[in-house]
């Protein structure tokens, strides 16, 4: 992955440091250290999915513990791998929320602990801003500001941002987020977990136009989403039903076209009503490959850029932490009050539209 620092022209009173990010929201362990005049030095991800398979989805205490056998030896692996010592450290971020709480205490646990031995500051980073900044690790980085499409695992949003912390919510979904409706419709077709991987596979082996599905809310006037009664359709259609293998292809790819048709007008209408001409797009379903054909189209058909995060950096990684936490704390302020106060907390239920500007 080529190096990336950010930005490429820094403020005045831009402090340049190496940051640790520590990422332990769910099932994945992501560490990565970044230096803001280097760009990403390293990273690595350890993933759960092989655990938790055996119950058919994250059990919280299981990914707990497992961040707690896994956590050390990533960070040890990473300084390693990026050529650092622990003591040239200057700030350690960590997922504060959303997420599991006792898989958000292991990190925040870990960072805190770090830092004040190191007599460093440590900064909680939101799990969306994670997302939202980590196409600015992509080969070709957005400028501010933009348009996000954040597609997370319970999230599914479109936000207007001008710069870190400057956010404004256009629309989200009022019920099942894409994730959501991806795994459960992969349940109801009896794939395996992780259920929204395994339907986009099979999608790719089905006819479209076999199945008829609706298109919830496309002509509600808003950026809202609702996914739940799409979910409901697809039961309607296999409840009962033992369907062959090609017949499951064919559920599978009428649904994941209309939620692509979904996202994709809802993404172009907000591009639209902004007047903005950059689409950024984050999250896990972010990486599916049939969302990413349809939007770069619209983008080209309307005059608008698309710009995705590499490809290793869509599911939850400590890349995007320790950049959010860099761009944070190189406001000097932010990082006095990170530096002063050592208390902590876990936030597993936090709204992104709370953040403020650093």
């Not at 080529?2 to 022209?9: D, G, K, T």
């Not at 990422?23 to 990565?32: H, M």
């Not at 006819?207 to 739940?228: E, K, N, T």
């Not at 009664?229 to 994941?256: I, S, W």
Request: aromatic letters at 6%; one cysteine or more; a negative charge.
């Amino acid at each position: 992955m080529a190096l990336r620092a950010y930005p490429a022209r820094a403020p005045a009173d831009w402090c340049p440091m190496l940051v640790l990010g520590i990422e332990t929201s769910c099932d994945e362990t992501g560490v990565a250290l970044y230096d803001s005049a280097r760009g990403l030095l390293a990273h690595a991800v350890y993933s759960q999915v092989t655990m938790h398979a055996e119950y058919g989805g994250v059990v919280p205490e299981l990914a707990s513990r497992d961040h707690v056998r896994r956590l050390l030896p990533l960070v040890r692996d990473v300084l390693a791998r990026g050529g650092a010592r622990l003591e040239a450290l200057d700030a350690v971020a960590y997922t504060e929320g959303p997420g599991l709480a006792g898989a958000l205490l292991v990190g925040a646990s870990v960072a805190e602990a770090l830092a004040l031995a190191l007599g460093i500051p440590a900064i909680g980073i939101h799990h969306l801003e994670g997302h939202l900044v980590s196409p600015l690790l992509s080969r070709d980085a957005p400028r501010f500001p933009f348009v996000a499409l954040l597609v997370s695992g319970g999230h599914t949003q479109l936000m207007e941002v001008h710069g870190i912390g400057r956010y404004a919510l256009l629309g989200e979904t009022l019920d099942d987020a894409a994730g959501e409706a991806f795994d459960k419709t992969a349940q109801l077709l009896g794939l395996g977990y992780p259920g929204g991987p395994a339907l986009a596979m099979l999608a790719e082996r089905g006819r479209a136009g076999r199945f008829v599905l609706p298109r919830p809310m496309l002509a509600s006037g808003d950026l809202d989403f609702s996914f739940s009664g799409l979910k409901t359709a697809v039961m309607t259609q296999v409840r009962g039903k033992v369907l062959a293998e090609q017949d499951r292809a064919d559920v599978a790819r009428a649904f994941q076209d209309a939620v692509v048709d979904v996202l994709v007008a809802k993404s172009t209408a907000a591009i639209e009503r902004t007047g903005l001409n950059q689409l950024v797009v984050a999250g896990g379903v972010g990486a599916n490959r049939e969302l990413r054909g349809a939007l770069d189209k619209a983008g080209e058909r309307a005059g608008f850029r698309v710009v995705y995060p590499e490809l290793e950096l869509c599911t939850d990684n400590g890349a995007m932490i320790a950049l959010a936490g860099a761009l944070r704390l190189g406001d000097q302020a932010m990082h006095a009050r990170a530096t002063a106060n050592r208390s902590f907390t876990v936030r597993p239920r936090w709204d992104l539209a709370t953040l403020v500007q650093p």
